[in-house]
């Protein structure tokens, strides 16, 4: 049971533009999201995070939005730039279980084009 | 400052050696995590220690052994391990209950290929 998917694979998006990259989670109890991104061979970096109690959090041209009634939740990278080509993972957990276990989506591989 | 740090970055090893890996972190996080991903799969968690302690094992068969000598230090212990076993091995650490959020951090993984 996948209970966090990321259910584009790829997307490709000139430079300057605006990326949107999606995730759809289906366990209620998840109260902290993540995205991180991944070069190849290389271990993710964090980007940004939101809590369950905003449903926006920004950080320079990394914006999440979370909609809590719909489980989805949203990176923007905007303007966009080709150093921004790599895998992105969105993650989930639930901070009051006390597990520090994360839930990660399969990826959405961005191809940003010069 | 929110590095870890991983060694060996490659390792090739066959089906009899014993190998370690190591991480390492100076934020003075008390959770310390080991992960492993395949290509083109999202990271599969296999240990958790929290405060030291094995906390989470993720049914992760005994041929891969955690140990965490102190707060800074996370260790892999590998043998007999199998070619399918092949893959990149991630370390990440958080603070655990940081204000009611848990940010981990990577390391830059350590490619790990089984002959």
């Known amino acids: 049971d996948q209970q966090v998917k990321q259910n584009s694979p790829s997307l490709s998006v000139q430079e300057g533009r605006i990326s949107i990259l999606n995730c759809d989670y289906t366990n209620s109890m998840f109260d902290y999201f993540l995205w991180y991104k991944k070069y190849p061979a290389e271990g993710p970096t964090f980007l940004i995070s939101i809590s369950s109690i905003k449903d926006k959090n920004e950080d320079g041209r990394f914006t999440v939005f979370l909609n809590k009634s719909a489980k989805h939740l949203s990176l923007h990278i905007v303007p966009s730039q080709p150093g921004d080509s790599a895998v992105y993972f969105c993650a989930a957990t639930p901070t009051t279980s006390g597990t520090y276990k994360y839930i990660f989506g399969t990826g959405t591989r961005l191809k940003v084009l010069a | 400052d929110t590095e870890v740090t991983q060694t060996p970055k490659h390792l090739v090893m066959g089906m009899t050696n014993k190998k370690s890996l190591k991480c390492e972190q100076h934020?003075?996080?008390?959770?310390m995590y080991w992960y492993k991903q395949k290509a083109k799969k999202p990271p599969e968690l296999m240990f958790v220690y929290s405060y030291e302690k094995l906390s989470i094992n993720e049914s992760v068969p005994s041929r891969f052994s955690p140990e965490c000598p102190n707060s800074s230090l996370l260790n892999l212990h590998l043998h007999a391990l199998q070619p399918e076993d092949s893959a990149l091995y991630l370390c990440?650490?958080?603070?655990?209950?940081?204000?009611?959020?848990?940010?981990?951090?990577f390391g830059p993984g350590t490619r790990l290929t089984v002959l």
């Open positions: 934020m003075g996080h008390r959770a």
């Open positions: 990440a650490s958080s603070q655990p209950g940081a204000g009611g959020t848990d940010t981990q951090y």
